[in-house]
T-cell receptor, first 113, second 114 residues
Framework: DGGITQSPKYLFRKEGQNVTLSCEQNLNHDAMYWYRQDPGQGLRLIYYSQIVNDFQKGDIAEGYSVSREKKESFPLTVTSAQKNPTAFYLC????????????FGPGTRLLVL | AQTVTQSQPEMSVQEAETVTLSCTYDTSENNYYLFWYKQPPSRQMILVIRQEAYKQQNATENRFSVNFQKAAKSFSLKISDSQLGDTAMYFCAFMDTGRRALTFGSGTRLQVQP
């Protein structure tokens, strides 16, 4: 089945710890995105990548890092510098090249212990 | 920077009736895309409908249609023959042609009553 997978579904972070959220897609999409959703709010853009080996900061990139070494994968690291990481994280992808509809993964819920 | 405003935090509709969700946006661009996404309790984001700004014709997908007023920067969603499965959060989103990332509104929680 084609789609976007995110793992884990739930993730717990201790103080001072870095954690990595996985996002994988087998849709052959060029573009991938990370969004953060806080309770009762819409999604906000963290990072995005239009092509392999290239990515740009979104609106709330501080305390996060990403890599895009493979077309299928766009992992997000929540670093210890992110002081309020508790949120729901959604990964999305799109074909790119003028076809802009984004499709979303099921999300990862990050909680701080 | 673009902004998207959804002024109705919550709405309720009876099953089989019609409901309209409002969305306004602010941009200086001429070419862009607009979307409505649905987020049911599972929290999966599901595309409902999309509209290209250069198209004057309003988009329609089965029971879902939009009223796109470019000059007024308004993009409302009409759901006809509401079904219980339509109960969800609905997000309006804007995409510019530059970075091609989405800017979301704060959402409208729709409850369909039996």
């Amino acid at each position: 089945d084609g789609g976007i997978t995110q793992s884990p579904k739930y993730l717990f972070r201790k103080e001072g710890q870095n954690v990595t959220l996985s996002c994988e897609q087998n849709l052959n999409h060029d573009a991938m995105y990370w969004y953060r959703q806080d309770p009762g709010q819409g999604l906000r853009l963290i990072y995005y990548s239009q092509i392999v080996n290239d990515f740009q900061k979104g609106d709330i990139a501080e305390g996060y890092s990403v890599s895009r070494e493979k077309k299928e994968s766009f992992p997000l690291t929540v670093t210890s510098a992110q002081k309020n990481p508790t949120a729901f994280y959604l990964c999305a992808s799109s074909i790119g090249r003028g076809r802009e509809t984004q499709y979303f993964g099921p999300g990862t819920r990050l909680l701080v212990l | 920077a673009q902004t998207v405003t959804q002024s109705q935090p919550e709405m309720s509709v009876q099953e089989a009736e019609t409901v309209t969700l409002s969305c306004t946006y602010d941009t200086s661009e001429n070419n862009y895309y607009l979307f409505w996404y649905k987020q049911p309790p599972s929290r999966q984001m599901i595309l409902v409908i999309r509209q290209e700004a250069y198209k004057q014709q309003n988009a329609t997908e089965n029971r879902f249609s939009v009223n796109f007023q470019k000059a007024a920067k308004s993009f409302s969603l009409k759901i006809s023959d509401s079904q219980l499965g339509d109960t969800a959060m609905y997000f309006c989103a804007f995409m510019d042609t530059g970075r091609r990332a989405l800017t979301f509104g704060s959402g409208t929680r729709l409850q369909v009553q039996p």
